[in-house]
């Protein structure tokens, strides 16, 4: 008997949704299962309080391919993009830094604390944007097998080989170290003013259990530097009606090419017959048949937790059981009915429109390290945060405001007690470090989400509430993502993919991982 479908989506989130259209538009007889009662995954909104709706994990988008918005039309599926507004960092000693979109005026800021920076902030800049011209191509390729080396493979090393030649010396340099230093280190050898580097270090420790000085550090950096919106290096928005709204644009052109999608669907194991994926069983018992099954959901949940035992070799096995996820970040989610006021820029303004950063001093971001390396969350953590009610008011009811944490670190390992028992101590602990800034939070809060990494791995399937479904370090990249030799979407059972950010280019609201893994599973149809 013919398989019923050609292809089983597992995981509704973004990617796998991705990876359905694309599938879908060729031609090809596709059914999305989601387990959740709505679609996104990790990216999605949901009305966590009447009238309050809520980017309940990611909350901000650059990273989505234009190559993905344009082919699959996400404008007439409903998504749009509204630009964030630059950065704005309080500081303890009632001073700020607030760097906007306009360049003329965040180098005029800049200067304010120091003209050499000013003067380098310009040069760094440039650096930056050649570096990100240079992996761009990167994120839209499928990467090489060193260890086979077909004649496919030694032509990506060539070019990557030629590029590479043709950056001038000091983009080189500059490459070498992204590579190797940490995001600190990285960038004292560009500025002095402690609350920029700080500030900018940030995205250097994002979805990773490492500090502004760990090494590899510097690479994030980069990865978060090549977002982009209309072709904007650097580059972040907020999607009107959340970031739910992305994840429901790309079902929009999933199903008008053909794609099926269902959800409450909680997959308990994928069928293997004679060592090919076959399809998949349901938890509540319905088996389903295709000739391909491509798994969005992480590699450690693919491989260990939904193949029977037996489906691959030990030494394939223990190398998944090495890929690291560490998750180390949580959420905290506010319905206000009033907007915070700083002490350092008092009133609504413009600061209040873009993302707010505590992120004061470099020895305050090692600090709240500390904290994580010893196994508890940080007493005084990074946040990154936004409120997106005052550039899409349809997220709040009239007058009031939803505004959206991201906390660093919350490690998912604790050395005492469990995150069940931690919960509201780390929402207490947020709240109080922004008190500090904005001494009238606590007033104003009429509702609180608390999201830790384990809820992130219970509710949305995220393994260690790793955020990336796995750690964007250099052991973990590239070819050797999600491991050696197998990082080519193909997996050791025939007929089986990886489709989620486990897979290259790795973890944000991007979409390549789902497209590329669409385009492997497309190409070896042909065969």
Known sequence: MSPHYDAIVIGGGHNGLVNAAYLARA???????????????????????????????????????????????????????LPLDGTFTPLPNGDYLWRVNDHAKTRREIARHSPLDAEAYEEFGKAMHELCKFVKPILAMVPPNPARLSLDDLKKLLFLGRRFRRLPDRDRYNHLQLMTMSAGDFLDQWFETDALKATMSASGIIGTFLGIRSPGTAYVLLHHYMGEIDGAFRSWGFSRGGTGAISNAIAGAAREAGAQIRTNAAIARILVTNGRAAGVALENGEEIRARVVSSSVDANRTFLKLLEPGSLSEEFVEKVRQYKFRGSSGKVNLALDALPDFTCLPGRGRHLRGAISISPSMEYMERAYDDAKYGDYSRRPYLDIVIPSLTDPSVAPPGKHVMSCFAQYAPYHLCEGTWDEKREAFGDCVIETLAEYAPNIKNIIVGRQVVTPLDLEREFGLTEGNIFQGELTLEQLFFLRPVAGWAQYRTPVKGLYLSGSSAHPGGGIMGAPGKLAAEAILKDWKR
């Open 27 to 81: 031609g090809k007889k596709v059914l999305v299962l989601e387990r959740r009662h709505v679609l996104g995954g990790a990216t999605v909104t949901e009305e966590v309080f009447p009238g309050f709706k809520f980017s309940v994990c990611s909350y901000v988008v650059s990273l989505l391919r234009p190559e993905i918005i344009r082919e699959l039309d996400l404008a007439r599926h409903g998504m749009e993009i």
